[in-house]
């Protein structure tokens, strides 16, 4: 199993969604609150090219936000990612 990283903050929806999505597969991840660390956030704009959250990665490669993340679903390649398999 590939491991899961995600970087939230604590209100935003589209990060409780993606949470939501990783939980109901039984994926375990490890997640970075970026909340109030601008040092964190820096850290995690500078990976991901972006500053929005959440930014998620599933193994190292960088799969973007929740859009993305659904989108993966939607195209029955998550749970292949998730295995470390190609999508």
Known sequence: ????TIYTTRWCPFCVRA????N????AFDEIPVDG?????????AMAGATSVPQI?????HIGG???????????QLDS?????AP
Request: aromatic residues 4%.
């Open 1 to 4: 199993m590939n491991t899961v």
């Open 19 to 22: 949470k939501s999505l990783l």
């Open 24 to 27: 109901s597969k039984g994926v």
């Open 37 to 45: 660390n601008p040092g964190l956030r820096a850290e995690m704009a």
């Open 57 to 61: 990665w599933i193994g190292d490669q």
């Open 66 to 76: 929740c859009d993305e993340l659904y989108g993966l679903e939607r195209r029955q």
């Open 81 to 85: 990612m998730l295995r470390s398999e």
